[in-house]
């Protein structure tokens, strides 16, 4: 079994940063794909972003392209969301999740584990 819990979530005004860090117990993190997705009120939860067990793969979904850089720390059994430029369109609870597809996957169904989620919510 993994555990794993997301921090890091806050209030902030459009054009902020902010850093969310998940941190794994029970088994390391260099065993599986990592990613983030989040969900706003309302709507299904979507994928942001996927990275290899290695880190060497990473994918993100357009909207978040080159403002979101997440980034791995087996050492640490964390994983990090840098956000940049935010959106009040990035509101919503941002989740972590563990994969045993070690490349990475877009697809809810292919986690296996899932942290409680972290708060974000972006102003205009």
């Known amino acids: 079994q993994v555990q794993l819990v997301e921090s890091g979530g806050g209030l902030v005004q459009a054009g902020d940063s902010l850093k969310l860090s998940c941190t794994a117990s029970g088994h390391t993190l260099n065993t599986y794909a990592m990613g983030w997705f989040r969900q706003a009120p309302g709507k299904e939860r979507e994928f942001v972003v996927t990275?290899?067990?290695?880190?060497?793969?990473?994918y993100y979904t357009d909207s978040v392209r080159g403002r979101f850089t997440i980034s791995r720390d087996n050492a640490k059994n964390t994983v990090y969301l840098q956000m940049n430029s935010l959106k009040p369109e990035d509101t919503g609870v941002y989740y972590c999740?563990?994969?045993?597809?070690?490349?990475?996957?877009?697809?809810?169904?292919?986690?296996?584990?899932w942290g409680q989620g972290t708060q974000v919510t972006v102003s205009s």
């Open positions: 990275t290899s067990s290695n880190g060497g793969n990473t």
């Open positions: 999740a563990a994969s045993s597809r070690l490349g990475g996957s877009i697809w809810r169904i292919d986690y296996d584990y």
